[in-house]
T-cell receptor
């Protein structure tokens, strides 16, 4: 069974500073990997996903993530945070090959200070 | 093109009452998934439905919970005789195909049992 760990429950970052959110997964092979963002009162929005190929994935809103097989990690990064990036971020994994169930981490809440 | 619509946004029920959560998928999407987010936890898969069929209910609690997706109208998640532990955010997602996780999530229904 797959599982996801997001070690940081809450991160506070200054506007304009860089951001990195950690995600570690447990799965027997290379899973499909996702990052979602949930702004207050909104649904989950897909930031980016990794299925195969280039291990550095570009997403929307200036986010990127890097898949590191040796570390079973898929960390999310943004070089310069904007106040609108304050939200909750979820990492998720899914089994390749026609499955549909995602396993989510518990989320990391990002606070942006002026 | 409206997204996935969930209503109500917030629902308060007393212990022992019934809760009915509705989800209208995106136009053209015939696959619906329900996830539950308990406090301090990530989203957990509950059930996958197509029109008039339950495909996978492996994540549904065995008692009091049921789901349907009729030929006409929204998908309904029904919780009978609610208890405090049912308090959570319930998210619906839809997709045009069942694989590759092409989800669009709704904004969720926050159920509070008092």
């Amino acid at each position: 069974a797959q599982s996801v760990t997001q070690p940081d429950i809450h991160i506070t970052v200054s506007e304009g500073a860089s951001l990195e959110l950690r995600c570690n997964y447990s799965y027997g092979a290379t899973p499909y990997l996702f990052w979602y963002v949930q702004s207050p009162g909104q649904g989950l929005q897909l930031l980016l996903k990794y299925f195969s190929g280039d291990t550095l994935v570009q997403g929307i809103k200036g986010f990127e993530a890097e898949f590191k097989r040796s570390q079973s990690s898929f960390n999310l990064r943004k070089p310069s945070v904007h106040w609108s990036d304050a939200a909750e971020y979820f990492c998720a994994v899914g089994a390749p090959g026609g499955d549909y169930k995602l396993s989510f981490g518990a989320g990391t809440t990002v606070t942006v200070r002026a | 093109n409206a997204g996935v619509m969930q209503n109500p946004r917030h629902l308060v029920r007393r212990r022992g009452q019934e809760a009915r959560l509705r989800c209208s998928p995106m136009k053209g999407h015939s696959h619906v998934y329900w996830y539950r987010q308990l406090p301090e936890e990530g989203l957990k898969f509950m059930v996958y439905l197509q029109k008039e069929n339950i495909i996978d209910e492996s994540g549904m609690p065995k008692e009091r919970f049921s789901a349907e997706f009729p030929k006409e109208g929204p998908s309904i998640l029904r919780i009978q005789q609610v208890v405090r532990g049912d308090s959570a955010a319930y998210f619906c997602a839809s997709s045009p195909e069942p694989d590759n996780y092409g989800y669009t999530f709704g904004s969720g229904t926050r159920l509070t049992v008092v």
